[in-house]
T-cell receptor
């Protein structure tokens, strides 16, 4: 059974703070993804990684960066949090092109005050 | 135009009813298709893959129409526990998935 874990379920930060969201998967998956989900907008891809130290911008990368130093761990960084980054953040992983279905972590609900 | 479009609903049905809904996708080169289920304030979970010939998993039936570029999901004998948002998901020939915004189904007693 695939397990994707995220470091926090709920997080409250202040405007301008640096925020780290951590994601770990235990299935040796090649690909990892960060999404945000907002009401009426669905899931939007922020960044993804198809290998260690590799990263690709998704649809809405502005204001975010990522780090993948180890295969199992993918971090999302908000360099200077802003109120419009209040959202649900979801991490996912998949094994590769032959099996593109993604498995999600429980999500982090981030509130920026 | 969005890559994946769904009727947001809500579809409000009594227990035991059959409910069906579609989604359309814009990329004719799409290779793989899925339905995910998402409960309120939870993460999306894979419900089923959708194959060209159509496939069934218990009370759930998925169909793919490549010519018209739509995917359907049918739920028979609805249960209260089927109340959720159903996400239509499409994959091109790369690592990424395109998600629809979801169709909300509410099953009432």
């Amino acid at each position: 059974d695939v397990k994707v874990t995220q470091s926090s379920r709920y997080l409250v930060k202040r405007t301008g703070e640096k925020v780290f969201l951590e994601c770990v998967q235990d299935m040796d998956h090649e690909n990892m993804f960060w999404y945000r989900q907002d009401p009426g907008l669905g899931l939007r891809l922020i960044y993804f990684s198809y290998d260690v130290k590799m990263k690709e911008k998704g649809d809405i990368p502005e204001g975010y960066s990522v780090s993948r130093e180890k295969k199992e761990r993918f971090s999302l960084i908000l360099e200077s949090a802003s109120t419009n980054q209040t959202s649900m953040y979801l991490c996912a992983s998949s094994s590769g092109r032959e099996a593109p279905e993604q498995f999600f972590g429980p999500g982090t609900r981030l509130t920026v005050l | 135009r969005k890559e994946v479009e769904q009727d947001p609903g809500p579809f409000n049905v009594p227990e035991g009813a059959t409910v069906a809904f579609n989604c359309t996708y814009s990329n004719s080169a799409s290779q793989s298709f899925f339905w995910y289920r998402q409960d309120c304030r939870k993460e999306p979970k894979l419900l089923m893959s959708v194959y060209s010939s159509g496939n069934e998993d218990g009370r759930f039936t998925a169909q793919l129409n490549r010519a018209s570029q739509y995917i359907s999901l049918l739920i028979r004998d609805s249960k209260l526990s089927d109340s959720a948002t159903y996400l239509c998901v499409v994959n091109g020939n790369d690592y990424k998935l395109s998600f629809g915004a979801g169709t909300t189904v509410t099953v009432r007693a």
